[in-house]
Structure formats: structure tokens, C-alpha cells
């Protein structure tokens, strides 16, 4: 039986990887219409589009993350210094344009994928220091629980990507999705007012993350 709010309680972040793009601008149209607050974690991008980009996100209340400046797997992963360079590049570049420094961050592929058990044969610290060095620059990492499936074609069928997001739901009380908005993510940006729509009538509530809220990390630090 439901006894009280709490039971009923449903959360919904949404989470957009990969842009500024003008999908960016689309998806920040929709949230708008659907006064739905999100997070993106973005990538770096100097040319004044994105930096006004940046400036949007913020401006309308949705929260910046950091999804590393650079985004190229090959120089990340050299080392956790080069790492954290690249990090840090991304928070200074973040701060100095909109004046608000991320606390918010997501792995490029999430934290546990292949590339990360490839570099750790070779380096098997690598991620416990990467991890450590986040904490210490204030920044949580997000995964994620629901995915929209939009990274699995290019440009996958809109169709798909609402049918795909609505079924790995599964009724969770808390959701983290991902999507993305990068350049070419068209069919995510048609996906999202009736993804939006139904989760609404399902009765969840719409969050952007921050350091305290729920979360999901892939990689357990059990050696
Ligand atoms: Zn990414």
C-alpha cells in the first residue's frame, strides 16, 4: 500500500552528452515549452555559437557539466595528469564563459567501458587516481540507468528512441538518461516532447543534478 509521498515520488534527469550543437538550441526550445529543468555535459568549443550555447544553458536554469574538453580518448587516457589537464581545461574554459564552474561531470562513454579496461592493463591506477582527482576539484560524476539508445545508429529512427527510453524505464523511481545532442542527434531532438509527455503522465518529476543528488557510477572500486 502507498502510504505517503515519499513512495510516490519519481525523478526524471534528463541528461544531453556531446553538444553545444544546434540540437543544443532545439532541446533547450522543448525544455523551455515543458518548463523541464536538464543537465548536458558538454565538450570545449571556443567559436562565439557555442559559447553562447554555454551561456543558455546556464542563463535558462539548466545545469553545465563537464564531459572533458577534448573528448579524444587517446589523450585522456595517457596518463591521469594528461587527464585532469584536460578536465580542469574544460572548467577553467566553462567558468571564464558563462561564470559558473561545473560540479557536475560525466565520463566520455561512461566510467566503465573498454576503452578504461584497455589503458588499465597497462596503467591499473589510472582510474582510482582520475577518480581521486575529481573529488578533489568538487566534481561528482554521473552515469546513467536509462538509455535512449540514441548512440546506437547515428541517427536513429525517432520512433525508436521513444519506444527504447520508455521501456528501459522499467518504472525506476529514480532515472539518470542519456541522450545526446551532438550535431547529428535530429531524431532525439523530435523524441524528446513526447518522452517528456510520458513521463509527466506517469507522474515523475523533472531534476538537473548537482553534487548531492541520486546517482549511478558504473565503476565499483572493488579490486
Ligand atoms: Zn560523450
Known sequence: MVTGKENTQRTAYLTFDDGPSTNTLHILNILRE?????????????SDFARRVYQRIVNEGHVLGNHTYSHDYEKIY????????????????LENTTGSRPEVFRFPAGS???????????????MVEILEALREEGLQYFDWNV???????????????????LYNMGGRRNAILLFHDSTPKTSTVEALPEIIQSLKEQGYTFKSLSPDS????????VF
Not at 515543458?34 to 571556443?46: D, I, K, Y
Not at 541520486?214 to 572500486?221: A, D, E, G, S
Open 214 to 221: 541520486f546517482y549511478v557510477h558504473f565503476r565499483h572500486l
Open 78 to 93: 595517457q596518463s591521469a595528469d594528461a587527464f585532469m589537464q584536460d578536465v580542469i581545461r574544460m572548467q577553467d574554459f
Open 34 to 46: 515543458h518548463n523541464v529543468p536538464a543537465t548536458f555535459f558538454v565538450v570545449g568549443n571556443e
Open 147 to 165: 538509455s535512449s539508445t540514441d548512440a546506437a545508429a547515428v541517427t536513429l529512427e525517432t520512433e525508436f528512441i521513444i519506444e527504447n527510453t
Open 112 to 126: 566503465n567501458n573498454q576503452v578504461h579496461r584497455q589503458v588499465q592493463t597497462e596503467n591499473p591506477y589510472i
